[in-house]
């Protein structure tokens, strides 16, 4: 069995979304989700290694997942120009192969939208991170209005299949919280702005640690 996800059109996209994505504030959100991170970091789902810059100097080093061989090969080469020492290998974030309380910090950005099992994910989360550990998380979520979500389940018919397998509505934070960690900050807002109307603009950024 191969852990590769090939979405070879997204990959080719996905570099120039998020360039625009940072060019409208998404580069602030990354320091916001790295701030202080520290010691030995497991990030999944990875991409083209967009948080690599990102990371402070009291992270000691990054263990890089990404089952998209397109976007891992970008993660590679952003590795080799990162601060802090990042290594990419492929790998999905419901069957992590690392160790048992391996990591202080474990990182998702975008991604909880997109694997297959959630719940599955963050219990391997779970399982890699040191007791007290951190999960940093920056998703889109499901909004918090019934209009809101009402239009991010018409869009959600065809959104997958164009976004690699993203879903508009899931509800991450709540999710987090009820796999075994406690949310110690978080922050909700919608992306770009408070008045966007893009199904994937409500968005949560935050830390939970590992019970
Ligand atoms: C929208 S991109 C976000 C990439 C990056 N984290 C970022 O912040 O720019 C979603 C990423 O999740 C990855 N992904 C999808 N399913 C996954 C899984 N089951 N395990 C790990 N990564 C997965 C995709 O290959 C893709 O790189």
Redesign the pocket.
Known sequence: MT?D?R?PI??RL?PRM?AACARAGGGEL?DELLASARGRVL?????????FAHYPATVTEVVA????PT??ARAEAAARDARVPATVRP????DLDVADVSFDTA?????L?????PGR?LAELRRALRPGGELRF?EHVRGDTPAMVRYQRAVDVVWPYV????RLTRPTADRIAASGFTIRRRRDFRFPGERSLHPAAPCVIGVATRD
Not at 46 to 51: F, I, V
Not at 65 to 68: Q, R, V
Not at 91 to 94: D, N, P, R, T, W
Not at 107 to 111: D, G, I, P, R
């Open positions: 852990d996800r979405h997204f990959a996905y998020d990354r990030e999944v789902g990875a991409g083209h290694g967009a948080n997942l990404e089952p998209e976007l891992r790998g999905l974030a419901e990182v998702v950005s975008l991604v939208c997109s694997v297959r099992d994910a920056y976004a690699a397998g993203c």
